[in-house]
């Protein structure tokens, strides 16, 4: 299996977090095929998301209830590790206005299982900063 190189992992990640702010449908799912295998899962709180369309379903779900509002960017920390097939990296919901513009309002770590081309096997999302109660 080919290793991964940080360049790589650096273009998916920008790449994984933009998705989550897509505001057109059709490049949301360009972008999925382009991320993801046709197989690949999303494991959070608990679920599992699967295949193309299970990440379609979950992106939208996403977008619609925290980013589309304009209440949050979607960011990350700028801390990648890799190892081998195995990047990870802090996701994050960071204020898009108001009074705490900026700050981070939820984390999460996400490690990406990838294969032989780049694409996403695995994605695994665990809360590390849960959103404050509204």
């Known amino acids: 299996m080919p290793q991964t190189t940080v360049t790589d992992v650096d273009r998916i990640v920008q790449r994984y977090v933009a998705v989550w702010s897509e505001p057109d449908v059709p490049a949301r799912k360009r972008a999925v095929a382009e991320l993801w295998t ?3 899962v999303e494991f959070i709180e608990g679920t599992q998301f699967r295949g193309h369309e299970g990440m379609l379903e979950r992106l939208a779900e996403a977008y619609g209830l925290f980013v589309a509002s304009g209440e949050y960017h979607v960011t990350h920390d700028d801390h990648v590790t890799v190892h081998d097939d ?3 990296l802090t996701i994050q919901l960071t204020y898009a ?3 705490h513009l900026g700050e981070v309002a939820w984390a999460a770590r996400v490690f990406l299982v990838l ?7 695995q994605d695994y999302q665990l809360t590390v900063q849960p959103l404050p109660d509204a």
């Open 38 to 40: 046709p197989d690949g």
């Open 86 to 88: 195995v990047a990870m």
């Open 97 to 99: 206005t108001g009074p």
């Open 115 to 121: 294969d032989d081309d780049g694409r996403i096997v």
